[in-house]
């Protein structure tokens, strides 16, 4: 049965004081209260991660945390100043890590193309690629939804083999919803989620849709998590701005139906 998933995503939130201090209040809030079938994954900044493996040693090895990178290079290794391998993330013992996240898409015009580069040398490194898709307000209105969406699967994940398409965990994150306060409806998500657990069941079959975990993201909160979680085809959240308050994630985290 596919995982029930919560992962914040800090983006270039927090000083090294800070990113110690949230992550001693997340694994500890973690380690006595959260719900023990989810799994938790925190993608601080890069800089952040090993602070984070040591911090949540326990927590890990118990398989209720995790940790992920927000990026990754497209290369396996060289001469490309500032990147970050799939390689180095596998060495520190990372496993999951965020690919094609808007923000990227927007900023540093990271392609289909490049999602599709990186989730390979993820999975070539053992690591868990969570790839986020949706589309902007303008696609929304102009009725371009689920051709958007079925481009980026089709172009960042479908040549996959199944066996490393099983190991993807996808996001689905309307940008129009990304920080801006506005969750899609609980309808609204699971509409899309729906459309694509079919398109991976038209590519790769009922066993393998039915294995894929597939969360939601954009402005979650904790009001808003329990509703969107109870849908049959969200299998849990890629949280931004609700992940860096301990309390708040928390809550989200348990947001699950009993
Ligand atoms: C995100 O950036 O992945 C995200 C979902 O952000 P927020 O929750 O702040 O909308």
């Not at 023990?36 to 925190?42: A, E, F, I, R």
């Amino acid at each position: 049965m596919r995982k029930k998933i919560v992962a914040g995503n800090w983006k270039m939130n927090k000083n090294f004081q800070q990113a110690e201090e949230l992550l001693s209040e997340i694994s500890e809030q973690v380690k006595t209260k959260a719900t023990s079938d989810v799994t938790v994954v925190v993608c601080p900044s890069f800089v952040f991660v090993e602070m984070a493996l040591d911090l949540c040693r326990d927590e890990k090895e118990q398989d209720i945390f995790a940790v992920g990178a927000q990026d990754v290079s497209v290369h396996d290794k060289g001469a490309y100043t500032g990147e970050v391998s799939a390689e180095m993330l596998k060495s520190m013992e990372a496993e999951y890590c965020i690919v094609g996240h808007s923000e990227r898409r927007k900023y540093h015009n990271e392609t289909n193309a490049d999602v599709a580069q990186k989730v390979e040398m993820l999975l070539q490194n053992e690591l868990n690629p969570i790839v986020c898709v949706g589309e902007s307000l303008e696609e929304r209105e102009s009725g371009k939804l689920f051709d958007v969406i079925k481009t980026q699967i089709n172009e960042g994940l479908f040549g996959l083999q199944p066996v490393d398409f099983l190991h993807v965990v996808i996001a689905y994150e309307p940008v129009w919803a990304i920080g801006t306060g506005k969750t899609a409806t609980s309808e609204q998500a699971q509409e899309i989620h729906k459309y694509i657990r079919s398109l991976i069941e038209d590519k790769y079959g009922k066993e393998i849709a039915r294995n894929i975990s597939i969360l939601y993201g954009g402005s979650c909160t904790p009001q808003t998590a329990p509703e969107l979680f109870s849908q049959p085809d969200i299998d849990g959240g890629l949280i931004g701005g609700a992940s860096l308050k301990a309390e708040d994630f928390l809550a989200i985290i348990n947001s699950f139906e009993k």
